[in-house]
């Protein structure tokens, strides 16, 4: 009769693992966002401004100057 008594299982490990995956669910998502935010921009360099000049254009005249100077 004592043996009816006994569960013959225990939902204490299965629930304790199901908590465990909700947390780490729950971290990855939270990283996911910080990731997805991103950082500040910082303000541009003059160095970073300079690279981004562009040069000027070769014409006619310019060429006609060199070959001059040649």
């Not at 304790?16 to 935010?37: H, P, R, Y």
């Not at 921009?41 to 060199?66: A, F």
Request: charged fraction near 15%.
């Amino acid at each position: 009769m004592a043996l009816q008594n006994l569960p013959l299982y225990n939902f204490a490990n299965g629930t304790l693992m199901i908590i465990i995956f909700a947390l780490v669910c729950v971290g990855l998502v939270i990283a996911l966002f910080m990731f997805m935010g991103g950082s500040p921009k910082l303000p541009d360099t003059e160095d970073e401004q300079e690279k981004q000049q562009v040069p000027p254009q070769v014409t006619q005249d310019n060429m006609e100057k060199t070959e001059d100077q040649q």
